[in-house]
């Protein structure tokens, strides 16, 4: 007893702290820099094999571009999860290739792989997005690249990196979100849905689909998302309703492409 109540009275006196002393010791500036560096060195064959890819591919992209989104998703990644899924560097040079073995990141991954994508130059794919949705003016390429730096574009921007089959319905939500203050989502959806050319039934159905905000921004998360069929339809079936009212006697007949 007497030693029990020795040993507490030195404890409690600032005697060793056996727990501290087992904790690893911080890295000194020299380890740190070391361990950056070699895991450069790891990442750098991945980052050209995918650049390679790119520009071997039917549109390639800017050189710098191309590197900068590789090393973003190469050390957001890390080598280990490209070693783990059998992706080598002489498999990703092909154009061909994909990273579809990848596991889908997690929201924190696809979050920091966003940011890091953020840093590079994202002009072009503001422009590309901006006319896939059928603006073509500089304006609302500057728009998009713009709504592309925002923190809540992270994950949109990291899963469209990896294919449309990654898009979850509610980062395509917070993508048509972002894209609503650039261009204009009711007469991309006319644009697509194929009408016939008389200005003034198109005029009609757009006025009414800007009436319709909320059911537009429904379908088109689902059609940029991987949702089914089922789920595609029934959002066209939603626009139908706003859209017929245009339609010569109010007849039935306009439907949306479910892509």
Request: glycine share 6%; aromatic share 4%; hydrophobic share 50%.
């Given at each position: 007893m007497?030693?029990?109540?020795?040993?507490?009275?030195?404890?409690?006196?600032?005697?060793?702290?056996?727990?501290?002393?087992?904790?690893?010791?911080?890295?000194?500036?020299?380890?740190?820099?070391?361990?950056?560096?070699?895991?450069?060195?790891?990442?750098?064959?991945?980052?050209?094999?995918?650049?390679?890819?790119?520009?071997?591919?039917?549109?390639?992209?800017?050189?710098?571009?191309?590197?900068?989104?590789?090393?973003?998703?190469v050390h957001g990644f890390g080598v280990s999860a490209f070693v783990a899924h059998g992706l080598t560097p002489n498999g990703l040079r092909d154009p061909d290739s994909t990273l579809d073995a990848l596991p889908t990141p997690t929201l924190a991954q696809a979050d920091a792989i966003g940011a890091a994508l953020q840093r590079c130059r994202l002009s072009a794919v503001g422009a590309g997005l901006a006319q896939s949705l059928g603006a073509n003016d500089a304006a609302s390429a500057a728009c998009m690249t713009r709504a592309l730096g925002r923190p809540e574009a992270r994950?949109?921007?990291?899963?469209?990196?990896?294919?449309?089959?990654r898009m979850n319905l509610a980062t395509a939500h917070t993508f048509v979100g972002l894209a609503a203050g650039c261009v204009d989502l009711a007469a991309f959806v006319v644009r697509i849905a194929g009408f016939p050319p008389d200005a003034a039934i198109r005029q009609c159905v757009t006025t009414a689909l800007h009436g319709a905000d909320a059911e537009v921004k429904d379908f088109l998360a689902l059609v940029f998302s991987d949702a089914d069929h089922d789920q595609i339809e029934q959002a066209s079936d939603a626009l139908g309703v706003a859209m017929n009212q245009c339609r010569p006697g109010a007849q039935t007949g306009f439907t949306v492409p479910p892509s």
């Open positions: 007497v030693a029990v109540a020795a040993a507490l009275v030195v404890g409690a006196c600032g005697g060793t702290d056996w727990n501290a002393a087992k904790q690893p010791k911080t890295p000194s500036a020299a380890q740190l820099r070391a361990a950056a560096v070699a895991q450069a060195k790891a990442e750098s064959p991945y980052v050209a094999a995918l650049v390679a890819s790119d520009q071997g591919s039917s549109d390639p992209s800017n050189p710098a571009d191309a590197r900068c989104w590789a090393a973003a998703l994950r949109f921007l990291t899963l469209s990196m990896l294919g449309s089959h």
